[in-house]
């Protein structure tokens, strides 16, 4: 799916890029710029917004096999910036 993406991108602005030309419209070559500047924005913006975030797992001191125990999953924000949309998995054996 992310080569499907990232081979959208391109197309888009390889046409963006020929129209342009065609045209003679200076505005059409900065948006593809920006288009091809997507990616590496958007995983900036995402490395950037995972800073200052902890995650914890809090356990019981002891538990017996084949026991039921609670867990709590716990996610602490130093940031002053609300973090939206988070979703937190944690994936256990059974």
């Given amino acids: 799916m992310q080569k499907f993406k990232r081979w959208v991108i391109n197309i888009a602005a390889f046409f963006l890029i020929i129209s342009a030309a065609l ?13 091809l500047m997507l990616p590496v924005i958007s995983y900036a913006f995402g490395a950037l917004s995972l800073r ?3 995650f914890e797992r809090v356990l019981p001191g ?11 999953l716990r996610v602490i924000s130093k940031s002053r910036v609300p973090r939206l949309f988070l979703e937190l998995v944690d994936d256990l054996p059974s």
């Fill in 23 to 35: 045209v003679n419209s200076q505005s059409l070559y900065y948006m593809a710029a920006l288009l």
């Fill in 52 to 54: 200052d975030i902890q």
């Fill in 62 to 72: 002891t538990a017996w096999e084949g026991q039921e125990i609670d867990l709590q």
